[in-house]
């Protein structure tokens, strides 16, 4: 089960946030049948996106990370809700290339260089899109940038995911620290003091320690207070009768040729990999339910 730590440092400078996203990282690998670096750079996207979910103002609110890179991996994404419950997909799950010669997965090799979208979608009016160059394509370096350039907040980004031999998931995680208006600057000397202790995330999640005894890593020195722990899951949201409502809009033509044709019709969720099924039965009891009028 994936947990989530937010807190802030107590004289209000910095706020923390630290996922172990091990179990949605392997269930993303799991569902997209993705080789190691796939899985790595899906992992990272999933841990993102959560983290920056869990920072949205309403329930009902939604977050879309998405990277359109020029790699072979032609691009990754990942949708998280408020609570940090994501779902993902990549273009190219098997896309794989050589470990670098520091023996790190080569996730920035798959991505390649292109743009990096934040949707926020209140699900009221047009959502909020602010779009930057993707700098490194490692994912970390991109969300940092993303801040700093388009929502001018200084952050610390750190994601990473262990890929076993087996190429599942043997340990994922994320940790942001974000610094808050009018922030001490003894307390920014710390934070940046810090960053080297946790470079290495994957490695902290793998050695077993607790979200609480990382945050003590990365607020070393620095007095904090733990709001609330929230435990997000790789959750999708579809469903029969949203395929069928997607279906529905391609008009009762269309659709008829292609059950003369291929006699059903067979749709797939991108997010889950769920396959659904329609033949010429719901096709009528589509058009008896009015469906079709416009």
């Given at each position: 089960?994936?947990?989530?730590?937010?807190?802030?440092?107590?004289?209000?400078?910095?706020?923390?946030?630290?996922?172990?996203?091990?179990?949605?990282?392997?269930?993303?690998?799991?569902?997209?049948?993705?080789?190691p670096t796939a899985a790595a750079a899906l992992g990272r996207t999933l841990t993102a996106a959560s983290l920056m979910g869990c920072m949205l103002?309403?329930?009902?609110?939604?977050?879309?990370?998405?990277?359109?890179?020029?790699?072979?991996?032609?691009?990754?994404?990942?949708?998280?809700?408020?609570?940090?419950?994501?779902?993902?997909?990549?273009?190219?799950?098997?896309?794989?290339?050589?470990?670098?010669?520091?023996?790190?997965?080569?996730?920035?090799?798959?991505?390649?260089?292109?743009?990096?979208?934040?949707?926020?979608?209140?699900?009221?009016?047009?959502?909020?899109?602010?779009?930057?160059?993707?700098?490194?394509?490692?994912?970390?370096?991109?969300?940092?940038?993303?801040?700093?350039?388009?929502?001018?907040?200084?952050?610390?980004?750190?994601?990473?995911?262990?890929?076993?031999?087996?190429?599942?998931?043997?340990?994922?995680?994320?940790?942001?620290?974000?610094?808050?208006?009018?922030?001490?600057?003894?307390?920014?000397?710390?934070?940046?003091?810090?960053?080297?202790?946790?470079?290495?995330?994957?490695?902290?999640?793998?050695?077993?320690?607790?979200?609480?005894?990382?945050?003590?890593?990365?607020?070393?020195?620095?007095?904090?207070?733990?709001?609330?722990?929230?435990?997000?899951?790789?959750?999708?949201?579809?469903?029969?009768?949203?395929?069928?409502?997607?279906?529905?809009?391609l008009g009762k033509k269309t659709l008829m040729d292609i059950i003369r044709e291929r006699h059903v019709i067979e749709t797939r969720c991108h997010?889950?990999?769920?396959?659904?099924?329609?033949?010429?039965?719901?096709?009528?009891?589509?058009?008896?339910?009015?469906?079709?009028?416009?």
């Amino acid at each position: 089960m994936a947990k989530l730590l937010r807190g802030m440092s107590r004289d209000g400078s910095a706020r923390i946030l630290i996922l172990n996203s091990t179990d949605m990282a392997e269930r993303g690998r799991q569902l997209h049948g993705c080789a190691p670096t796939a899985a790595a750079a899906l992992g990272r996207t999933l841990t993102a996106a959560s983290l920056m979910g869990c920072m949205l103002k309403e329930k009902g609110n939604s977050l879309t990370l998405n990277f359109k890179g020029d790699g072979i991996a032609r691009g990754v994404m990942a949708v998280s809700d408020y609570y940090g419950n994501v779902r993902g997909l990549i273009g190219e799950p098997r896309a794989d290339l050589p470990n670098k010669p520091n023996g790190k997965l080569d996730v920035s090799g798959i991505v390649g260089a292109g743009s990096m979208s934040v949707i926020r979608d209140t699900g009221e009016g047009e959502p909020y899109v602010g779009i930057t160059e993707i700098v490194s394509g490692e994912i970390a370096e991109d969300v940092t940038h993303y801040f700093a350039d388009s929502e001018q907040i200084p952050t610390v980004c750190a994601l990473g995911v262990l890929v076993d031999t087996d190429h599942s998931c043997r340990a994922a995680g994320g940790i942001m620290v974000q610094l808050l208006p009018g922030a001490d600057e003894h307390t920014v000397d710390l934070i940046e003091r810090n960053i080297p202790n946790y470079a290495n995330v994957s490695r902290l999640f793998d050695s077993g320690l607790s979200n609480r005894e990382i945050a003590n890593i990365v607020f070393a020195d620095i007095p904090y207070d733990i709001f609330d722990e929230l435990t997000p899951a790789y959750v999708c949201d579809c469903s029969r009768e949203r395929m069928e409502r997607g279906l529905i809009t391609l008009g009762k033509k269309t659709l008829m040729d292609i059950i003369r044709e291929r006699h059903v019709i067979e749709t797939r969720c991108h997010f889950c990999c769920k396959s659904y099924r329609f033949d010429v039965d719901d096709l009528l009891r589509w058009a008896k339910a009015g469906a079709f009028q416009q």
